[in-house]
């Protein structure tokens, strides 16, 4: 057992075992890091799995770790600490806007900026994205995720070109 030092002020006692998330490829998995970061394969051999953070490229992030693939578990967990954010927060205001509009779109015709309202209402009044009002989509848009959810799935009208401004019209 080592201990590995952390951005958050806590020891990351190794080995640890690995968190997987669904991946966006269907059927693909992405590796979390204990301190909560996406990680990507970078190598594998026989026994092991060598992953980089995913903020490698865009922000120079030197967190790497090692997998040991028969037992699972996070064996090395090298580098000090991330110098980016992790995307928890703009991962919680995504799942809030999908459920409003899920719940818009079960209503008959539900104005864009009421959605957009309970939207931000359920952001600021979460825990996990409290902090998320900079992720939150423009009313244009909602308006136009939402019209063309609702002609795709429901096989609906879109949404009333009164309802829209002149130039979010010619976006729909």
């Not at 980016?84 to 809030?96: E, L, P, T």
Request: hydrophobic share 30%.
């Amino acid at each position: 057992d080592t201990t590995t030092p952390s951005e958050n002020g806590y020891q990351i006692q190794l080995p640890v075992e690995a968190e997987w998330v669904p991946g966006r490829m269907k059927g693909s998995h992405v590796l979390i890091d204990p301190a909560g970061y996406r990680m990507r394969l970078k190598n594998s051999s026989n026994d092991m799995k060598f992953f980089q953070c995913t903020g490698k490229n865009k922000y120079f992030c030197s967190i790497t770790c090692t997998v040991k693939k028969s037992t699972n578990m996070i064996v090395s967990y090298r580098g000090y600490m991330h110098n980016h954010d992790n995307q928890i927060v703009k991962d919680a205001v995504r799942n809030i806007v999908e459920t409003q509009i899920e719940e818009a779109l079960s209503s008959e015709y539900t104005h864009p900026k009421n959605t957009l309202q309970n939207i931000t209402e359920a952001v600021l009044s979460s825990t996990s994205a409290e902090h998320g009002a900079a992720y939150l989509p423009s009313e244009k848009t909602l308006a136009r995720r939402l019209s063309r959810k609702r002609k795709s799935l429901l096989e609906a009208l879109p949404l009333p070109a009164e309802w829209l401004s002149v130039g979010e019209r010619e976006l729909i």
